[in-house]
């Protein structure tokens, strides 16, 4: 069979953030993708969901959507976060005290 290149179909619809993920994921597999649908995005917001398409080859994909599958799985179950950063508090220096009551300024009763 020989590869048409104007052969694509939909391999995923959504919002716009996770179709460039989504095509990350696949560019880094090796699997050329188009995002489609971007100036509705622009224009509308989220007022058309599912305007922001993801095409790839059709004989690649069952490849691709292995891996938005397996993409979609690492995001729910957090594999992406990054690690939280501790900062420990200091021990060398104590905490400062707290500032003393506020009063009222003097204010001269002869003026």
Request: glycine residues 6%.
């Given at each position: 069979?020989?590869?048409?290149?104007?052969?694509v179909?939909?391999?995923?619809?959504?919002?716009?953030?996770?179709?460039?993920?989504?095509q990350?994921?696949?560019k880094?597999?090796?699997?050329e993708?188009?995002?489609?649908?971007?100036?509705?995005?622009?224009?509308?917001?989220?007022?058309?969901?599912?305007?922001?398409?993801?095409?790839?080859?059709?004989l690649?994909?069952p490849?691709?959507?292995?891996?938005?599958?397996?993409?979609?799985?690492?995001?729910?179950?957090?594999?992406?976060?990054?690690?939280?950063?501790?900062?420990?508090?200091?021990?060398?220096?104590?905490?400062?005290p707290?500032?003393p009551?506020?009063?009222?300024?003097?204010?001269?009763p002869?003026?």
């Amino acid at each position: 069979m020989t590869r048409d290149r104007d052969d694509v179909v939909r391999a995923y619809a959504g919002p716009l953030v996770l179709v460039e993920m989504y095509q990350a994921a696949l560019k880094e597999a090796g699997i050329e993708s188009r995002v489609v649908g971007t100036e509705l995005a622009a224009g509308f917001g989220s007022a058309l969901p599912g305007s922001v398409e993801l095409w790839v080859h059709r004989l690649d994909l069952p490849n691709a959507e292995a891996v938005i599958e397996r993409e979609a799985r690492a995001e729910v179950e957090g594999e992406h976060d990054r690690p939280r950063a501790r900062f420990p508090r200091p021990t060398d220096d104590p905490k400062p005290p707290h500032r003393p009551d506020r009063r009222e300024p003097y204010v001269n009763p002869n003026f």
